[in-house]
C-alpha cells in the first residue's frame, strides 16, 4: 500500500510558475513508476508527465513538453512537478500516482500515459492560471 500526499498548488498569472510535490507513505516509494494527471471541470482526467521508478525515463504530454519537468528524489520519497510558463488552460485539480514496478511493461508500452496502469492516487491539488 502507497498513501500519496500532494502540494504545491494555488493561483498563479499566466506565465508564472508552480512546482507541485507528491510524496508517498507506505511501501519502498523506489519500486513505483510515478505519474502526474489532472483533471479540469466538465473533462475527463488526462495525462500529464510520468516518471520511471530510477528516474531515467520520463514522458510528456505534448500539451505541456518544454513547459513542464517531472522529477523524483527516492530518499525524500517525493516526486515533483515544476510547471513554467504557465497557461489559463492548464488550470485543473493535479493528481500524481503511482504504479507498481512489476506493472513496468505496460507502462512502459504506454509511456505511462495510461490511468488504469496506475494502482494509487492522492487527493489532488487545485491549480488555477488567471489570465
Known amino acids: 500500500q502507497v498513501q500519496l500526499v500532494e502540494s504545491g498548488g494555488g493561483l498563479v498569472q499566466a506565465g508564472g ?3 507541485l510535490s507528491c ?10 513508476f510515478m505519474g502526474w494527471f489532472r483533471q479540469a471541470p466538465g473533462k475527463e482526467r488526462e495525462f500529464v508527465a510520468a516518471i520511471s521508478w530510477s528516474g531515467g525515463t520520463t514522458y510528456y504530454a505534448d500539451s505541456v513538453k ?4 517531472i522529477s523524483r528524489d527516492n530518499a ?5 512537478l515544476q510547471m513554467n510558463n504557465l497557461k489559463p488552460e492548464d488550470t485543473a485539480v493535479y493528481y500524481c500516482a ?3 514496478y512489476l506493472n513496468g511493461s505496460s507502462w512502459i508500452k504506454n509511456g505511462g500515459a495510461e490511468k488504469n496502469d496506475y494502482d494509487y492516487w ?3 491539488t487545485q491549480v488555477t492560471v488567471s489570465s
Do not use: E, I, N, P
Not at 525524500?76 to 515533483?80: E, L, W
Open 17 to 19: 510558475s508552480l512546482r
Open 23 to 32: 510524496v508517498a507513505s507506505g511501501r519502498a516509494f523506489s519500486l513505483y
Open 66 to 69: 518544454g513547459r513542464f519537468t
Open 76 to 80: 525524500k520519497s517525493t516526486v515533483y
Open 98 to 100: 503511482a504504479d507498481d
Open 122 to 124: 492522492g487527493q489532488g
